[in-house]
């Protein structure tokens, strides 16, 4: 079974630092995609950025980065300059090639300290 | 702007009634819709496939009988909690996907719902 694995449950920075959420998936496959959510307080589902597994670049968006080992199964997602709208709930996402749901991992909650 | 409108966002309703939420994919055709549930501090969780002109593909251990869903057009499903009860209380998300399986899904803004 196709697993996304959060194992910070919490995570907490100072603002305008910057702060790494781990993330790693177990699956057979060789395509696939991955992707980061935010939900703030709101509790709506944002899209922060996403990664196809056939890049071996790492995707960026303005202060948003990830770290893809996909050797390792990792997909780790910095954020720079850390704001204070950045405060959610962080979830990291797996996609196979082809299906059609995604794989949620547990989440991890992200404070910003001023 | 959106690309995905659900409704309501709030609703509270007694124990014994049954809920409505829509789920409106904007500017497009969405085949497939699907239906999540996350209780509080917790990750979603996949209720549903939601197809559109066929029936609902729902994931192991929900109930088809209490939770209806109906994708009779390309851009409207609906989830109807049936006979909705407490422990029915949550936080449902509708999604779509926009395109292909390389295309995120975009999600509704989520409706709290809680049963008295």
């Known amino acids: 079974a196709q697993t996304v694995t959060q194992s910070q449950p919490e995570m907490s920075v100072q603002e305008a630092e910057t702060v790494t959420l781990s993330c790693t998936y177990d699956?057979?496959?060789?395509?696939?995609?991955l992707f980061w959510y935010k939900q703030p307080p709101s509790r709506q589902m944002i899209l922060v950025i996403r990664?196809?597994?056939?890049?071996?670049q790492n995707a960026t968006e303005n202060r948003f980065s990830v770290n893809f080992q996909k050797a390792a199964k990792s997909f780790s997602l910095k954020i720079s300059d850390s704001q204070l709208g950045d405060a959610a709930m962080y979830f990291c996402a797996y996609y196979p090639q082809g299906a059609q749901k995604l794989v949620f991992g547990q989440g991890t909650r992200l404070t910003i300290n001023p | 702007g959106a690309v995905v409108s659900q409704h309501p966002s709030w609703v509270i309703c007694k124990s014994g009634t049954s809920v409505k939420i829509e789920c409106r994919s904007l500017?497009?055709?969405?085949?497939?819709m699907f239906w999540y549930r996350q209780f509080p501090k917790q990750s979603l969780m996949l209720m549903a496939t939601?197809?559109?002109?066929?029936?609902?593909?729902?994931e192991q251990g929900v109930e088809k009988d209490k939770f209806l869903i109906n994708h009779a057009s390309l851009t409207l499903s609906t989830l109807t909690v049936t006979s909705a009860h407490p422990e029915d209380s949550s936080f449902y998300i509708c999604s779509v996907r926009t395109g292909g399986s390389n295309q995120p899904q975009h999600f509704g803004d989520g409706t709290r719902l809680s049963i008295l």
């Open positions: 699956t057979s496959e060789s395509d696939y995609y």
């Open positions: 500017d497009f055709q969405a085949t497939t």
């Open positions: 990664q196809e597994a056939y890049k071996q």
């Open positions: 939601s197809n559109e002109g066929s029936k609902a593909t729902y």
